[in-house]
C-alpha cells in the first residue's frame, strides 16, 4: 500500500513537478522560411527593386485621347481616299480654274477701271490696252558717288526733261537715227511683268545678266500690237488685260484670266530691217483715234501727258505750301490748337503719283 502510493506519487510528481515535456521536432512539419541572397563581398543584402509606377489618371486621359485622333485621322485620310477614287480629276481641275479665272478677272477688272480714268494712260484702240512712258533714272555726270535723276523715257527728251523739236539740231540728228522696233530682228528688251495685284513674275533686272533678247513674233498678242511703236531709248508701261495676253489657259507663273503689267525698256534693235522714227509716229498716230476731232495722237504727246500732271503736282505743292504757311501764321494769334491740326494734316497728307 505504501510501495504503490510512493509509485503513484513519484509519478504524479514528475508529471506535475518540476520537469518539462521534451521538445518536440517539428523539422518535417514546417517549411523554412526563405533567405536573401547575400552579397559575398559586403555582407550586404541586396536593395529590392521599386514597384513599377501606375498610370496616373491624366496620363491615361492623354493616352485616350491621343489614341482617339490616331483613329479620327486614319478615318479621315480612308473617307479622303474614297472620295477622291469617286471624284473625277478633270472636274477637280475644272472647277480649280473656273474659281482663279473667277478671281483673277475680278481683281483685273479693278485694274483696267482705274486705269482708264488715269489721264497719263493711252488706250489703243479698239482694245482695252492702255499704256504710257515711264520715267528712267539717267546718271548725273560729275557726281561721286553717282547720283541720278528722273527723266522720261523717251529718247526725244534731253536729260532735262525738255523735249528736242523739229528746230532742235540735235533733235532732227536724233530722229534720223533712232532704229524702232520692225517686224523682223532680235530685240534686246528690258522687262517686269506684274500681275493686277501689284506682284511680280518677271524681271530681266533681277536675273543680273543684262537685257534679254526676244522676237516679236513670240510676245503675246498685247506686246506685238505695241512694241512695234516703240524705239531705243524707250520705256513704256503697257496693261494688257487677259484676251490680249495669256486669256484663261495662263502660263507657268502667271494665273489664268490674270490681266498683266510689263513695264518694258528697248535698249537696242537688231536686223535689217527696223523702223524709223516717221514710221513709229505714223504708226502711233493710226493706233490711237479720238472721237471728238482731236489731232492724231503723236510721240510728244506721250512726253506731255506725264510731265503736265508732274507740273500740275508741283505747283499743287506749291500753293499747299504757301496755304499751309498763312493759316499757321493767322492761327497763332487766334488758335494754337486749330494751327497743330492743321499743320499735322497738311503735312502727313500722302501724295499720290
Not at 164 to 191: A, F, N, P, T, Y
Not at 282 to 297: E, N, Q, R, Y
Request: contains cysteine; neutral net charge; aromatic residues 8%.
Amino acid at each position: 500500500m505504501g510501495a504503490d502510493s510512493a509509485e503513484r506519487r513519484g509519478g504524479g510528481g514528475a508529471a506535475a513537478g518540476g520537469g518539462s515535456p521534451p521538445p518536440e521536432d517539428h523539422s518535417e512539419t514546417t517549411a523554412a522560411a526563405p533567405v536573401a541572397p547575400q552579397d559575398a563581398a559586403t555582407g550586404l543584402k541586396p536593395a529590392a527593386p521599386p514597384p513599377a509606377p501606375r498610370p496616373s489618371g491624366l496620363a491615361g486621359n492623354y493616352t485616350v485621347w491621343l489614341a482617339a485622333l490616331v483613329l479620327l485621322l486614319a478615318v479621315g485620310r480612308w473617307k479622303y481616299d474614297a472620295y477622291m477614287r469617286s471624284v473625277d480629276e478633270e472636274l477637280l481641275q475644272t472647277r480649280y480654274t473656273e474659281y482663279l479665272i473667277e478671281r483673277w478677272s475680278r481683281d483685273g477688272e479693278s485694274l483696267l477701271a482705274n486705269v482708264s480714268r488715269d489721264p497719263s494712260f493711252t488706250q489703243y484702240k479698239g482694245t482695252r490696252i492702255y499704256f504710257r512712258a515711264l520715267t528712267r533714272a539717267v546718271p548725273i555726270p560729275g557726281t561721286k558717288p553717282v547720283e541720278f535723276k528722273l527723266k522720261i523715257g523717251l529718247p526725244e527728251v534731253d536729260d532735262e526733261n525738255r523735249w528736242r523739236g523739229d528746230d532742235d539740231d540735235k533733235g532732227r540728228e536724233l530722229r534720223s537715227k533712232m532704229r524702232c522696233v520692225g517686224e523682223e530682228g532680235l530685240l534686246h528688251l528690258h522687262i517686269v511683268g506684274l500681275l493686277s495685284n501689284g506682284m511680280r513674275f518677271t524681271s530681266s533686272y533681277a536675273e543680273g545678266v543684262g537685257a534679254e533678247q526676244h522676237t516679236l513674233e513670240r510676245c503675246v498678242p498685247c506686246l506685238q500690237k505695241l512694241l512695234p511703236m516703240m524705239c531705243t531709248g524707250d520705256k513704256w508701261e503697257i496693261i494688257c488685260p487677259p484676251g490680249e495676253g495669256y486669256g484663261n489657259a495662263g502660263a507657268d507663273s502667271i494665273p489664268p484670266g490674270a490681266t498683266t503689267v510689263w513695264r518694258i525698256s528697248v535698249e537696242s534693235v537688231d536686223g535689217n530691217k527696223p523702223r524709223g522714227w516717221r514710221e513709229a509716229e505714223a504708226l502711233l498716230a493710226a493706233s490711237v483715234t479720238h472721237v471728238d476731232g482731236t489731232p492724231p495722237m503723236t510721240r510728244k504727246q506721250l512726253f506731255e501727258t506725264p510731265t503736265n500732271i508732274c507740273q500740275f503736282r508741283r505747283h499743287y505743292d506749291f500753293f499747299s505750301f504757301y496755304v499751309y504757311e498763312y493759316m499757321c501764321g493767322f492761327s497763332l494769334t487766334f488758335s494754337m490748337p486749330l494751327c497743330i491740326s492743321l499743320c499735322v494734316s497738311m503735312r502727313i497728307r500722302p501724295r499720290r503719283r
